[in-house]
């Protein structure tokens, strides 16, 4: 038997009236595990385990012989795994009191609400049958026949209910062994009621030949036990006697007992049940079904179940839940329905097909809630999820959705789209002057304005705050775009009526545009209309800006870089190299320019103006200036204590220069380093930076100058200072920028410049040094100018620290400037 039967759980009671009270059919259930999820109460009087016992344990540890179980257990995975059915069978199976017990076996596989396997068996008990074969084989006496082939007690008693001869088929049922009731009267081995009941059912078979319809109750070792005694009398020898028959009713007893429950389940349950017959007649309802529906019991018996339909659902639908039904036994889902009122309403219902031994359809039942609530609760947790609290707008989350679909929509139709971050110009004041409630009132009609300023397929969507975001659909170019956001920016500078007071503010709106060829994602399209929006801002409010591509690139270059050489210092890949300065006259090294490299960890060894003009602009600019200037210092320190007196020059930032407590700083690592004599270092500023708040420089260069700390103006002659600014700088040396010095042998102009610093270096007393000489000739020219300190790559290229005192150790002066004298 393999009917697709869908069976109860053991608490389903809804369907006890079916399943449980067939008295001679024990039903179990198991899982995929074996495990019994469901045991009627057939399959307690059959096998002796009550409900509680059986639950949860393993079919083979319960009823399955020892030497049937590995059988049993491979058969049973086989079907559960891979379908083979198991066939009805006679089998013996082990009681609880350790007997077995002769049973038809059938069985049927379904799967439960999460798609798992179980198995239902169902079990015949052959016990009659059985005896009735073993009176057929036994003639050794016909009345012991006859009694073993009834399942039933009988018993020999006199008039005063003494026990003469007992017969029982099941011994279990027996209050004591036989040996024990045999010669002892029914008054002491019965509890006194039953006793009672027994003298009674004696009494009256004495008066009038036979009684009938005494029930018993009993406590038995293994449960409760009731028993319906036929009593009848004959007449003996030595006085009357009376055989009593004494059957086992147990299970009716409690088939009534779960009738009378199930039946207080239908009537009590809170879901809705329809009860049809095969031919989908409604043959039974309860009053939950009449209080979801609207609909009397008397209102629908002998109608269809399509009088609720509601016209929703289309015919394929309702063939496919045939189709489950008739192949699957059940169908289970969400319906809407239709009350008596005329109000559509959704319910959730499973339907279950019920059929006979032959696998006819006789029934179907079918169990539904009223989900309105649910459904309310779901829509509303949806507008909470997805939409603005205060003006009902789409939020964040619904607006990554629909910008998704925006994308994915101008992608096929090759349309423009517009992503337009909208930012309120002036709104803070209004909920500072007039409080949070003017505000909110102001976005609610700002938001009305959107909306009506808007097409149907456009999105406004508010990310808090008085940030919005719209969304315009299927342009056709760009001056379609423009004209909305003109439209938008008239509505918001609109005076609005706030507080019973009038007030305006206006928007600055960012625009990304979207093509079919872009390549840009939701989160940089939103990314690049933020930006465009605070362009717009800085550009003077009440505007739209459209996002510039390039700009992006340049502007996300210079964060990466920025980033990497933040994470670069943390790591220690910047390097210190050191480029000496010569007197190119006497032929004297004196001293050596700290220049910054990063030694970085993919691209090499990097020269300063490949991140540094990136970087002095940045929050890095300060630590990493910082930095130079510490590692410079115990450079300096650790050749004084080799013994080389070697003066180090030290570029520093103007922010560095300005900062609060640099000379503190500086003043401390010369205390830390007393080997080191302060007028070995000097700090290079550039000359614009020096002019940017030249009081302030000029105080810090007297401060580092009472240290003993040098100063020297570098790159002189590419910035603005005048020559009032110029006598005001205490620096003690002026560097000619390289690009003058490089191109001096062939451009007059530069020549002339070179001469003009050199000049006004001599007139001021200030020392100079040309940078970029890069021959001979660039050093012979300079020193017939007078100027006879230079660097650059004709001296010496910038070196490892360690490689400094070899160099200095080997260098020789060209020849060709010792005697370099006079003018060019």
Same mark, same amino acid.
């Given at each position: ?51 509680? %016992? ?8 319960? !009823? ?68 009735? *074969? ?28 003494? @026990? ?27 509890? #006194? ?34 028993? +319906? &005694? ?5 007449? /003996? ?57 609207? @609909?009397?019991? *008397? ?5 269809? #179940? ?71 609760? %779901? ?7 997805? @939409? ?40 803070? #004041? ?33 990310? /808090? ?51 079919? *060829? ?77 220049? !910054? ?15 540094? #003009? ?12 910082? $930095? ?37 700083? &500086? ?7 007393? %080997? ?7 700090? +290079? ?16 260069? +007297? ?70 000489? *890069? ?16 660097? /650059? ?13 070899? $160099? ?17």
């Amino acid at each position: 038997m393999n009917n697709k039967i869908r069976m109860p759980h053991q608490d389903d009671a809804r369907f006890r009236d079916i399943f449980e009270t067939v008295s001679n059919v024990a039903v179990q259930g198991y899982d995929r595990h074996r495990r019994v999820i469901y045991w009627n109460p057939a399959s307690t009087a059959l096998y002796g385990y009550s409900r509680e %016992e059986a639950m949860g344990r393993l079919l083979e540890e319960l !009823i399955i012989p020892p030497a049937m179980r590995p059988h049993v257990i491979a058969d049973v995975d086989r079907w559960m795994h891979q379908g083979i059915p198991i066939p009805a069978a006679e089998l013996e199976l082990c009681r609880k009191d350790g007997s077995t017990v002769p049973v038809f076996s059938s069985h049927t596989l379904q799967y439960n609400a999460n798609g798992e396997p179980e198995m239902y068996c169902l079990d015949v008990d052959m016990s009659e049958r059985k005896r009735a *074969e073993q009176r057929l084989q036994d003639s050794h006496a016909e009345l012991d026949a006859t009694l073993q082939a009834v399942p039933d007690l009988l018993f020999e008693l006199d008039s005063d209910g003494g @026990y003469r001869n007992v017969w029982a088929h099941d011994p279990s049922l027996l209050a004591a062994q036989r040996e024990a009731l045999l010669g002892q009267n029914v008054r002491d081995m019965l509890p #006194p009621a039953a006793a009672a009941i027994v003298m009674s059912a004696l009494a009256e078979a004495g008066r009038q030949g036979r009684s009938q319809g005494h029930v018993i109750h009993l406590q038995l070792p293994h449960g409760e036990c009731w028993f +319906e &005694l036929s009593t009848s009398r004959k007449a /003996g020898r030595d006085g009357d006697r009376f055989i009593m028959l004494s059957r086992d009713i147990t299970t009716r007893k409690q088939a009534e007992e779960s009738q009378r429950l199930a039946a207080s389940v239908f009537a009590c349950s809170q879901e809705g049940i329809v009860i049809t017959d095969g031919n989908r007649r409604i043959v039974d309802v309860n009053p939950a079904f009449s209080r979801i529906t609207g @609909y009397s019991r *008397e209102e629908v018996l002998g109608q269809t #179940p399509r009088m609720l339909g509601s016209g929703l659902h289309t015919p394929e639908f309702f063939e496919q839940l045939r189709r489950a039904l008739d192949e699957e036994g059940g169908w289970h889902g969400e319906l809407w329905n239709k009350r008596k009122s005329g109000e559509i309403y959704p319910e959730r219902i499973a339907i279950d097909a019920l059929r006979d031994s032959e696998g006819v359809i006789r029934h179907y039942v079918a169990v539904f809630s009223d989900i309105s609530h649910l459904k309310a609760h %779901e829509a509303e947790l949806d507008r909470i999820a997805h @939409y603005d609290s205060l003006t009902g707008l789409p939020n964040r989350r619904l607006l990554a959705d629909r910008l998704a679909l925006a994308i994915a929509r101008s992608r096929r139709s090759g349309r423009l789209l517009a992503v337009c971050y909208l930012d309120l110009d002036g709104f803070k #004041p209004v909920n500072d002057n007039h409080g949070h409630a003017a505000g909110d009132q102001l976005l609610v009609l700002i938001t009305r304005q959107l909306l009506g300023a808007l097409r149907g397929d456009d999105t406004v969507a508010r990310l /808090g705050g008085d940030e919005f975001v719209l969304l315009l659909n299927d342009l056709a170019d760009i001056h379609e775009c423009q004209s909305v956001l003109e439209r938008v920016l008239a509505l918001i500078a609109t005076p609005q009526p706030v507080a019973d007071v009038q007030v305006t503010v206006s928007a600055s709106i960012g625009v990304a545009l979207f093509t079919q *060829e872009d390549d840009a994602d939701a989160d940089a399209l939103l990314r690049h209309a933020d930006q465009a929006m605070y362009r717009a801002k800085e550009s003077g409010k009440n505007r739209f800006h459209i996002f510039d591509a390039e700009q992006d690139r340049r502007l996300r270059a210079y964060w990466d870089v920025v980033a990497r050489a933040t994470a670069g210092l943390a790591a220690g890949e910047f390097r210190l190299y050191y480029q000496p300065k010569v007197d190119m006259r006497r032929g004297e090294v004196i001293g050596v320019e700290a220049l !910054i490299r990063w030694q970085h960890p993919d691209k090499g060894l990097l020269t300063p103006g490949l991140f540094l #003009p990136m970087i002095e602009n940045s929050e890095l600019a300060l630590p990493l200036g910082q $930095w130079v200037v510490r590692e410079a210092v115990l450079q300096a320190a650790a050749w004084a204590r080799q013994g080389l007196a070697l003066p180090v020059s030290i570029n520093v930032f103007g922010e560095q220069l300005q900062q609060e407590g640099f000379v503190d700083s &500086l003043a401390a690592m010369l205390r830390d380093h007393p %080997e080191l004599r302060p007028e070995w270092i000097e700090l +290079e500023i550039l000359e614009t930076t020096a002019m940017e708040d030249i009081e302030r420089v000029s105080g810090v260069i +007297e401060t580092c100058s009472r240290l003993g700390v040098s100063f020297a103006l570098d790159d002189f002659g590419t910035g603005y200072s005048s020559l009032t600014y110029f006598r005001r700088l205490p620096t003690r040396i002026l560097k000619i920028d390289q690009s003058f010095v490089r191109d001096m042998l062939t451009d007059p102009d530069d020549c002339a410049i070179v001469e003009a610093v050199v000049g006004m270096a001599r007139t001021f007393g200030r020392k100079v040094i040309a940078e970029g000489v *890069e021959t001979v000739e660039h050093g012979v020219a300079l020193l017939q100018l007078g100027c006879e300190l230079a660097q /650059g790559y004709g001296i010496a290229r910038p070196m490892p620290a360690d490689a400094v005192p070899d $160099w200095i150790h080997h260098w020789r002066a060209p020849p060709e400037w010792a005697p370099a004298t006079g003018d060019l």
